[in-house]
């Protein structure tokens, strides 16, 4: 079983930054993949960047330019850095993992509300 416990959310306004944390319950030997994705009000949980074991990431074109992600294995942290950021990244963020098996996990989400 993995357990995943984000932090940061907030309320920022627009061109802002923040950075979103992940803590995870097992070493990240255990884990296949991890990564962030978003929910927005009435719209379908979408993928915001993910990363695999060799640390290759994929992010989404609408914030490719902007976020970067980042991991911490000793400390078992991983990080989502995001800059400029914009209404429409206004979602609820999920920290995601798979392990070896395959199996997926989630957090619990932390809210990002981007508004003037």
């Known amino acids: 079983q993995v357990q995943l416990v984000e932090s940061g959310g907030g309320l920022l306004q627009p061109g802002g930054s923040l950075r979103l944390s992940c803590a995870a319950s097992v070493s990240m030997f255990n884990i296949n993949r991890m990564g962030w994705y978003r929910q927005a009000p009435g719209k379908e949980r979408e993928l915001v960047v993910i990363?695999?074991?060799?640390?290759?990431?994929n992010f989404a074109d609408t914030v490719k330019a902007r976020f970067t992600m980042s991991r911490d294995s000793a400390k078992r942290m991983l990080y989502l850095q995001m800059n400029s950021l914009r209404p429409e990244d206004t979602a609820v963020y999920y920290c995601h993992a798979r392990d070896l098996y395959n199996k997926p996990y989630w957090g619990q989400g932390t809210q990002v509300t981007v508004s003037s």
């Open positions: 990363m695999d074991r060799a640390g290759n990431t």
